[in-house]
Structure formats: C-alpha cells, structure tokens
C-alpha cells in the first residue's frame, strides 16, 4: 500500500430480490469466485463477506440472501441474515434483474430502503440482454421512489461496467484502516467454502429434479502430511424419494457432483483434495439449530 495516500475501508451491503445477480457481482468485484452462483433462486444462504480491493480502498462486500416473503423458518433465517447484512453498511447496492423484475418482492424491498439512512446506490444488472428504453424507464421509477444517491448499469456475468462501479464505490468510502490483509478475499472459512462449493455443484447438476431443500453438512476437514486436505461431507435431504436422484445410477450423479467439487477445490485451496460425499435423508433437517449453525445462519424463531 502506497504510504503517500491514507488506507479506506468500507462495507458495502448487496441485497435484492432471490436471483438478481447479487452473488455473481460480489465475485466480478472481488476479482475471483468467493460466493457460489445458481439459476436457483435463494441460493446464498447466509451472509458471506467478499473483500474487493482498489488501489487503497479496502471494500467488505456482504453478499446477502434474497429478500422475499418468508413462510419456513429455513426463509426467516435467510431474510434476517439478509437485513443484518445491511445494518452499518457504508453504501447499500440494491441489484435489480431488469428482465424478471419480480415485483412482488423488489417493490416492498425499495419501500423498506427509502427511510434507510445508508448511502443508497441502484444496480441495474444483465444489461447484456436488457432492452435500453425499458431499462432508462425502470431506473428512474426506482430513483423516484427510493431517492438512490447512484445508478449504474451493468452485467455481473460479462463484467460489463462494473469496474466503472467498483472505481465509484470506492472513492465513497471512508478513512481508516483495512479490516483485512492484502492477500484475504474472504471471510469464510475454507470448511464452510468447501461445503458450498459442493451445494453449487448440486444444484448445478441436478437442476430442476431436486427441490431446493437440500444442504451441504462438514463432517471433517483434515490436511494430511503430504500437504494434501481430506474433506468428509454430507449431503441432506428432506425424502428418502430424492435419494435415487442424488446418487444417480450406480452411484454416477454425486460421483459426478463430488469430483467437480474436488477438482475447483483443489484450484481454490492450491493442493491436492480428497472428497468424500455421503447422502443422508433427514425430514425436518430445516428445523435442526445445529445445521442452521454449520451454514452460517441464526436460529431465528
């Protein structure tokens, strides 16, 4: 860090409707993968920090599960973890999907922020395939309603204007010391990491067959003398009928699933992995303090 201009450190809240973009923007802005991405929606369970940098900024970006209306305690988690997630953040990224818009749930959620003290800045994302007028129309229905200090368009998935936005945020940001070093861009811990590098190969390899009720447990994490990391985990299900689907025939499907996590694994971690997927059906596992505690979310009633 450059000792003639004084460090900044910041945090900055992602939050949205389930499926605008949030996680694959906090990856665009840190540079690299630190939260796991799906066409599924909610799939960002808790709050995870990713830690963006430029030049001598330092930005805790709070990836937050999707804002929705919440009936399972399982969603009660997901949304209070949402909203923590924005409690003395710096600056507020609203990420809209222009195309799906999901206005049942974006428009309450622009409600909600407009008492908000945070500095409040609009993302219009996906505009790689978003028709501009349309886009110019919403952007300024949701500046009136909300008062953003800031609108930007971009696409999380092709990084198309977002280095613009990082250069903005940035220079928001307030005087004081990195919470983090240099080299850290995130705050997850490589036994929780692992696991949900596992749940996104899940979802991404059984898309529509299996429900969204599915969790990735640590069973164990262990580095082994050759400097290679032994990683036992479990896979649970709410019905003994989805097993057939996770374990495919003869077993093929979490094969599958358990050496693409192994392989991206080994790429994160920079040594050898040894994954080992188990499959458990436990019917009230979103009713278990103890695996709302393994996945990073409160207990909340």
């Not at 900024?57 to 399972?72: A, K, N, S």
């Amino acid at each position: 860090m450059s000792t003639e201009q004084k460090p900044h450190c910041g945090v900055v809240a992602v939050i949205g409707a389930p499926n605008a973009g949030k996680s694959t923007l906090v990856n665009q802005l840190v540079g690299q993968k630190v939260a796991i991405t799906s066409a599924k929606a909610q799939t960002t369970r808790a709050r995870l920090m990713g830690i963006a940098l430029q030049d001598q900024v330092q930005m805790i970006l709070v990836d937050t599960p999707g804002i929705f209306e919440p009936r399972r305690r399982l969603d009660r988690a997901m949304v209070s973890a949402a909203w923590e997630g924005a409690v003395a953040a710096d600056a507020v990224l609203l990420v809209v999907d222009p195309v799906k818009q999901r206005r049942h749930e974006l428009m309450p959620l622009v409600q909600l922020l407009k008492d908000r003290k945070e500095r409040k800045i609009l993302v219009l994302n996906k505009v790689d395939v978003s028709k501009k007028e349309p886009l110019l129309e919403l952007a300024q229905e949701l500046t009136q309603a909300a008062d953003f200090a800031e609108v930007f368009f971009v696409s999380a998935l092709t990084g198309d204007g977002v280095a613009e936005m990082k250069t903005a945020l940035a220079q928001t940001m307030p005087e004081g010391p990195w919470h983090y070093p240099e080299d850290q861009v995130s705050d997850a811990s490589e036994r929780l990491l692992a696991t949900e590098v596992t749940r996104e190969q899940v979802f991404a390899q059984l898309h529509e067959e299996l429900p969204y009720d599915t969790a990735v447990r640590p069973e164990s994490y262990e580095l082994r003398e050759d400097g290679s990391v032994e990683i036992h985990q479990q896979v649970v299900i709410a019905r003994s009928s989805q097993k057939p689907i996770v374990l495919g025939k003869q077993g093929s499907r979490i094969k599958a699933i358990g050496e693409a996590s192994r392989k991206e694994l080994s790429e994160i971690l920079g040594v050898p992995v040894h994954l080992y997927i188990h499959v458990k059906v436990d019917e009230k596992w979103a009713e278990n303090r103890e695996i709302f505690e393994e996945i990073g979310l409160d207990w909340v009633k």
